[in-house]
């Protein structure tokens, strides 16, 4: 990765600049906001309505250590975890591919001496920045209920960092295959698919073993190990595994998204 | 020894696939020069300018721009260039100042300065008054003003222009030439395709005609419509669809297009008197200057603009 930064000579200036450009579009009206605002609340719904709501039928829940905590304890992570996703897709997806495909911006950039690689870069960062608002502001919804400590929600955040950073470049990746916006439909569903089967709503170790191994290969069971192993204090060095899975698919999203960039704009 | 050209191509070539769209062409471009690619729309003149601007690669032949090689030093000569696209790609999310504002951030200048050359350039393209508006609302000849003060704001050594005028009505070119005219002035070198030949004729040095992925003919406006023209052209039309042609031999040579009969002629109005003498009556008859488009004509068989 950093071998691949030096070789193509990243220019912080110039990723700095891919990323101004979406500050300076936030000022274009109130409809991005509306959007930035809702998706925040669906994670914190979910939190209250099955966290909370279902949590109160479930009662208490044994973790493999043999600590028991509340149902809603076990979930909040899980969302914290797809906030982090959602807020780094929302951006890498739509927003990305309406750059990319539709108002050209990508072509008018790639015109300057900005390289594929740092608009790849700028737009993970800016992804990013959207992803941190929703993790910080739903750790502090955390710690407002009791379901996590000012210190572990510290602990997590740097872990929610990561899980940006992987779903942010598989989102750049993913958006420079769509054909167009029917395409985003299967991705809808399979955000979906994970949102549900990811040890999000209940452990892993319960489901049948094939499923167990399928759900172990996608990515927001490692995000939801990693998230929640840190915002409730249970460490173990398989939280290593889950970071080196969401680094390395960082690194590929990355790479990959650059290289299509190169391939579909600069013909 | 001569000024190093700030274009140098040799047998230059792109293909897509099995589509040749540039077929091995050869140009210098000297500094201070207004260049022009003369071409029908699928000449090859955008993908010939894509290469240029440092953005697709040639599939063969030697390229230099600005003395450096565009595979391995795109960043660095792009830095240098200032492009105007054949479609305008503002963004849609800015305002009018802040898609220049923004723009020069790419190039690495400064808030203060990204801010002082949007200034100076919303004057030279007459936007001032548009400068908080969004890019949508604007009319077709703004968007194209706003393109080419972005193209500027780095203040490039080679300016590219890819069909600067094309979908503009006749007051908006106007007002675009008069300001291309003036970069001219002040040494920019500007290179520009068009398929207007008036355009070709207005700002154009020195000019290529392209066909077919090739360059046909070379020179300035005036050495191409003496070479390939002659001094006025006649053009008659008839009513009753009758075939003139074989009637107007010898007055001077005789182009029969579906619609109306050129004559080039020396002389325009002897030309027509002698129509008269041999006692044709044409429903209309216009004697004008010959112009690129004749030469275009002369060299391919077809008109410019269908």
């Known amino acids: ?267 | 020894m001569p000024e190093q050209p700030l274009i140098h191509a040799r047998a230059l070539v792109k293909r897509f696939g099995d589509f040749t769209a540039v077929d091995g062409i050869d140009l210098d471009v000297a500094p201070g020069e207004a260049f022009g690619f003369l071409g029908p729309n699928g000449a090859g003149k955008s993908s010939t300018m894509r290469m240029i601007s440092c953005v697709s690669m040639p599939t063969s032949g030697e390229l230099r721009i600005l003395g450096m090689d565009p595979v391995r030093e795109g960043p660095k000569i792009r830095a240098r260039l200032g492009v105007c696209p054949q479609l305008d790609n503002l963004d849609p999310d800015l305002s009018v100042r802040e898609n220049l504002t923004t723009y020069a951030r790419y190039f690495g200048l400064s808030k203060a300065e990204s801010r002082r050359r949007a200034d100076e350039l919303l004057e030279f393209a007459q936007l001032q008054d548009k400068a908080g508006s969004q890019v949508e609302p604007l009319s077709g000849g703004m968007k194209r003003r706003l393109t080419i003060a972005r193209s500027l704001v780095n203040e490039p050594d080679l300016v590219l222009l890819d069909e600067p005028t094309t979908g503009l009505d006749p007051q908006a070119r106007h007002l675009l030439w008069e300001r291309l005219f003036r970069l001219k002035q002040r040494g920019t070198t500007l290179v520009l395709t068009t398929h207007y030949m008036d355009e070709a004729e207005q700002l154009c040095d020195r000019l290529v005609v392209m066909d077919g992925g090739r360059i046909v003919a070379e020179g300035s406006p005036r050495s191409l419509i003496q070479t390939y023209s002659t001094p006025e052209v006649v053009e008659l039309r008839f009513a009753d669809g009758v075939d003139y042609a074989g009637k107007l031999e010898g007055i001077g040579r005789v182009d029969p297009l579906p619609d109306r009969i050129l004559l080039y002629a020396d002389d325009g109005d002897a030309a027509v008197s002698e129509v008269h003498r041999r006692g044709l009556t044409p429903s209309s008859v216009l004697v004008r200057r010959s112009s690129l488009e004749d030469v275009f004509l002369q060299l391919t068989g077809r008109t410019l603009v269908d």
Not at chain 1, 13 to 18: F, Q
Not at chain 1, 78 to 107: H, I, P
Not at chain 1, 178 to 184: C, E, S, T
Not at chain 1, 216 to 243: D, Q
């Open chain 1, 1 to 267: 990765m950093i071998s691949t930064m030096v070789a193509a000579r990243v220019s912080p200036s110039r990723v700095g600049a891919v990323m101004n450009r979406n500050v300076g579009a936030l000022r274009s009206g109130p409809s991005y906001w509306l959007v930035l605002l809702s998706g925040f609340f669906e994670p914190v719904l979910y939190l209250l309505s099955i966290g909370i709501g279902v949590g109160a039928l479930v009662g208490d829940l044994t973790l493999p250590s043999g600590r028991v905590v509340e149902y809603a304890v076990f979930v909040a992570p899980a969302m914290l975890a797809v906030s982090a996703m959602s807020g780094a897709l929302s951006e890498t997806t739509f927003n990305f591919f309406f750059k990319m495909k539709y108002s050209k911006t990508f072509d008018a950039i790639l015109a300057t001496p900005v390289k594929p690689f740092e608009i790849a870069l700028g737009e993970l960062a800016w992804a990013m920045v959207r992803s941190s608002v929703y993790t910080i502001a739903f750790l502090m919804v955390m710690v407002a209920l009791g379901l996590t400590s000012p210190g572990w929600a510290l602990a997590a955040l740097p872990a929610t960092l990561l899980v940006g950073l992987a779903f942010g470049g598989v989102g750049m990746a993913i958006s420079t295959l769509m054909r167009g916006w029917q395409d985003f439909d299967m991705l809808t569903t399979g955000q979906f698919a994970l949102f549900l089967f990811s040890g999000t709503f209940s452990p892993v170790q319960d489901y049948p073993v094939a499923m167990e191994i399928v759900v172990w290969l996608t990515p927001l069971y490692h995000a939801v190990e990693l998230v929640r192993g840190l915002a409730i204090g249970e460490l173990s060095w398989g939280l290593l595994g889950n970071a080196a899975y969401l680094l390395v698919m960082m690194a590929l999203g990355l790479t990959f998204a650059a290289r299509r960039i190169q391939r579909t704009l600069c013909v």
